[in-house]
Structure formats: C-alpha cells, structure tokens
C-alpha cells in the first residue's frame, strides 16, 4: 500500500513531466514549421536626375512596393537613369532591364513607381499559376516565347436545293443535296456530299424516277472559308432508277460557287458542269440524263469553325 503522501509526490512529478514533453515537442514543431524570413533587398538609385529628397521618397516607396513579393522578391534591384532615359534591372544572374516610360506630368519618382507596380503585378500572376499547377505535375515552368493560340481552318454542313436537266418525258430533276466540309489548310477543304433528284409522273411503267449520288471533293474558298467565291472538284458515283430498273455510272463535276455570309450563316449558290462515263436510261420510263451535263444549286451553309485569317 503506497502511502498517499508518496501517491501526492508521484502525480505531481508526472504532470510536471508531461508538462515538460509538451512544451519541448511544441518549440521543435514550431521551428520546423517556421519559414525563413525573406532574403532583404538591395535597392540601389543611380539616377542623376532625382533630388535628395526625390532619392529617400523613391527608396521607402519601392521597398514597399517590393516587399508585397515576400520570398519572390529579387534580392536586388536598381533603379537607374540618363539624359534622355530610365530603366529599372530587375534581379540577379542575369538581370532583366525593364524600360521606365518617362511621363513630364507626374515626374521621374512616379514613373519609377509605376514600372515597379507593373512588373511585382507580373510576378503575382506568374506566381498563382504556378500555384494552381496539380501536385503531380513535375513537368518545367515553359521558358521563352509564348505559343499562338491554335487557329482552326474552315470547314461545316450546308443544304441545297438542286436541278438538273433531262431528256425526255420529263425536262428536270430537282432535289437536296448534303455537303459536309473539313477543312484541310486555310483556304482547302475536303467535301463530302449526297443527294437525291426526282422527276414524279413520268410517262411509262416507271411511274417516278430517282437520281442518287456520292461524291467527295476538294474545294477552295466559298463557302466553307468565309470567302466571297469559291471553285470545287468532285468525283463519285450516280445510280439512277425507278421502280423496275437501275443504272449508275460514274461522274466527276468541276465548278464555281459565290456566298453571302451572316455571322456564320450563309446563302450560296453554285453553278457545276458534269461528265458521266456514260449515259443513263432506263428502259421502263421514257426518262435519260445525258453527259455532259450541268447543274445549278442554291441553299443555306452554316461554317462549324470560325476560318483562318492573315495576322
């Protein structure tokens, strides 16, 4: 049985050693957590120009201006100045020269002043994006000239309405046609189109009659790049039939377009002259188209991406 004058003694040695722990743990935490103040500033004036009193206002204003950097502060800077100019260089190893714009209105200190207020404005933004960069990435801070932003070349979908003359019972067809257009440079794009013309109550066992085709081509200018006017070449296949026949052939179409443009909307109407490996008949229905033919075509074009333009 351990006397309570003894069990007195124990408890108060033992709170006094973890008393003791306590206070040592929390002064090497708080050294180790504790950052190191920032470097001090060497601030040099080389100026001729500036008065006595100008020269102690410029220094207290531009350590104060600085000091916003904290530990991104450079460890030097010298504000400097001849007859005709002044320059602010910046840092160490190696220093960059800033231009001072020198302004007769609100005098050579506040010239200073600004270029100073204007490059520590630099160097916050530089330094929240680097913050904003996720842990994992340990990819270099991009050095030298900043990249262009990417420019799209043209390219988008139009609809249009085409005709095309026949021979025979009927004397036109008509019809929409698909084109789909990516851009390849800035004034190329590669087309891609379908579309079907008809001719109703033909005379004959046929009763109506269809023209379909597929092509792709290669156009330059209107409509898919903003331009005024525009030239295209395609080539594809044509299936022509009715209700108890078929024919196709091949084609191949070479012509010229013009579009008026609203935002990137745009009516254009395009003119094309066609050569087939051969004629189309059908043997039921009093209806050819014969080559070379040609076509006319007006309709609507949205451009999916703004074009390229010169700088």
Known sequence: MVPLRMRARIW???????????????????????????????????????????????????????????????SRVVLACDASSAWIDWGTDPAVRLAVESSSLRGLVEDFLDALERQVRAEK????????????????????????????????????????????????????????????????????????????????????????????????????????????????????YSSSNLVSAPALELGGRTSIYVGKLALWLAVDGMVRGRDLELLDSDVSMHSPSFLVSVGGFWRAVEPLREP
Not at 41 to 70: F, K, M, Q, S, W
Not at 186 to 208: C, N, P, Q, W, Y
Request: a neutral charge; aromatic letters at 8%.
């Open 12 to 74: 108060r040695r033992t709170i006094w050693l973890w008393g003791l722990t306590v206070l040592l743990w929390g002064g090497v935490a708080g050294a180790k957590d504790q950052e190191p103040d920032a470097p001090p500033l060497e601030l040099a004036i080389e100026c001729d120009r500036l008065p006595a009193d100008g020269r102690v206002e410029l220094d207290a204003r531009a350590r104060l201006t600085v000091a916003g950097l904290y530990k991104a502060a450079p």
């Open 125 to 240: 933004t530089r330094a929240a994006r680097r913050r904003e960069l996720p842990p994992e990435s340990d990819k270099p801070a991009r050095v030298g000239r900043p990249q262009p932003a990417r420019v799209f070349g043209p390219g988008g979908a139009g609809l249009r309405f085409l005709g095309e003359q026949a021979d025979g019972s009927v004397s036109l067809l008509m019809g929409p046609r698909l084109d789909i257009g990516v851009g390849l440079s800035k004034h190329f794009t590669l087309v891609v189109m379908e579309g079907i013309r008809s001719a109703f109550d033909v005379g004959g066992a046929g009763g109506a009659v269809h023209l379909i085709d597929v092509k792709v081509g290669l156009a330059f200018g209107a409509p898919f790049d903003g331009s005024l006017f525009g030239v295209q070449l395609a080539g594809g296949n044509e299936w022509f």
